[in-house]
């Protein structure tokens, strides 16, 4: 047994109540007993826990600090010393940002007849998407309809969520399942052809998920890259945008980049620009450890602001109630929410279920906090982090033996590797920072308030209102990564550049002098910081 004899006490406890536990029954919540849960225990309500932005176009909402920090600091350029006449390159629509959001957006461009380049700050696919292990949800099978999916939605983002945006996500998503089978996703199929439909998380009220075991992110991101590499889309890797350009108009023109080999910058005019560079995990906000990718640092969030684009509910952070909290090496990866759908459950120290696991994320990760630091029924590790059971072993007693091994070959592996056998054992959770529910306002189209700027994926904000579902961050990727290069595809013919300009840069640096903010941080930041004590807090809850 690989959990250390501290911990294995509480496993006794927990193998002798599942029993019990198979036949227990635990309620829904009243939408008063949700909204009383998240009020006391959901970090986004910690007092202290986020302040006022204080300038630009959203100067008095409230952002986590770590946010605002950001927003407050200045720019990696000079715009005063930058040179923008040497123009790297040219080009109809720039993509920034390699994950499924910009290899969506670079296809449909292309294929509109646009002459695409697609910038990524890491490897093309290091990114979210590539991790995504549930699936992606839309309405295929015959028991589900566009409206049920939206009033889901709806319900789910506690009613927030901006209406056009979750409409265009519905409607459009069963086309999209169309569209990733022909470039070959193997979804997962039952033996008479049709899809098997998940349960992906609380909140649906119908299995609308489409998976690949438990690797669905992988699978799709090596089909996007290899579609977007065949169709001969210029890609350029290792070279994270650095700040927008406008145009005098006030349209954008295009980005600032920064190669990391040479650390030199490239200058790119361009008709349109999508930005997809997904969210902010690796801020972790309130110090939570995080389910996202390396590169998760909020840069295009950042950059856009600067140059005056809106956003929306960045009050609100998505936890994942069940990010690893044992063993250390493994803080934060994600255990998809679709276990709790096939049966397993959360249990305390004692054995015992506190919540109805299918209740929304927010509502899951705010009981989980409330029986470890309220109640203090969580189980300590070695290193002082705490956690709560997730009886994984119990998918196996419901639905047979080998289904776990079948359907959850990545995280098999992963906990294997630390000699935990995720078929026969349960694996410590706690909530992990996973999602950033706001973002950049956009209309249905992907295009944000600043003429000729779209954003797509991850970073964009308000089809979710307060709450992801899960399943629907990847369906919305595709969704609005296919509107946004589609009709930059149809309009960038029309389309003139005027003279270039960081005027945007210089008044925000200006604004930011006037009310004497000068933190001493530049941003975009690209990468954490995880030297000496800086780590540390992330890994003690
Ligand atoms: C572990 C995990 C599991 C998940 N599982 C699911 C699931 O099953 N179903 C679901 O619907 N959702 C899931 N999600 C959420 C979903 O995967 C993401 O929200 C979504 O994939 C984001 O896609 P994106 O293209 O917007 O961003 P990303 O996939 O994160 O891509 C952003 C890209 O931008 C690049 N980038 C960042 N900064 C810069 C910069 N300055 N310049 C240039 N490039 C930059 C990054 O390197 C990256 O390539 C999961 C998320 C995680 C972390």
Redesign the pocket.
Known sequence: MSYPPSMMESIRKLEASRKRRLGQEIPSMTLKEKSQLLESYHPDYRPGARREIPIGVNKGDQAPHEFVDLLESRSIIDPEMFDLDSISVSVDVLI???????ATAALFAHEAGAKVLL????R??????????????ACTSRGDNPVRHYIDTIGGGGFYNVPELVRALVVDSPRIIQWLEELGVPFDRQPDGNFIQRH?SGGHTRPRGH?VADY??MVVVQILRDEVLNKKINVVEF????ELILDENGNCAGAI?LDLETNSFINVKSKITIL????L?RLHIQNFPT???Y???A??LI?AYRAGAKLVYMDSIQFHPTGTAFPTQLMGL?V?EVSRSRGAQLVNVEGERFINELETRDAVASAIIRETIERKKGIITPVGMQGVWLDIPLIDIKRGKGFIQQYYRHLYHRFKEYDIDFSQEPVLVYPSL??QNGGLLTNEWGETNIPRLYA????AGGVHGRNRL????????FVF?RRAGTQAGQLFNEIEVGNLTLDHVRKYHQELGKKGINNGKKS?I?FPDYRNEKALPHFQQ
Do not use: C, Q, R, W
């Not at 920034?96 to 910009?102: D, L």
């Not at 990114?127 to 949800?137: H, L, P, R, V």
């Not at 070279?239 to 650095?242: I, T």
């Open positions: 920034i940002g390699g994950g499924g959001a910009g910038f990524t700050k890491l093309f696919g290091d990114s979210n998407t590539i991790m995504a292990e549930g699936g992606i949800n992906l998976s669905t992110g070279s994270p945008a650095v980049l997809a560079t997904g969210g995990g389910t996202n990718h590169g998760a640092t840069d295009g950059i994600l998809s996973h999602y797509v994926g991850e970073i899960g399943g629907n961050s990847l369906t919305d990727i990564g975009p690209f």
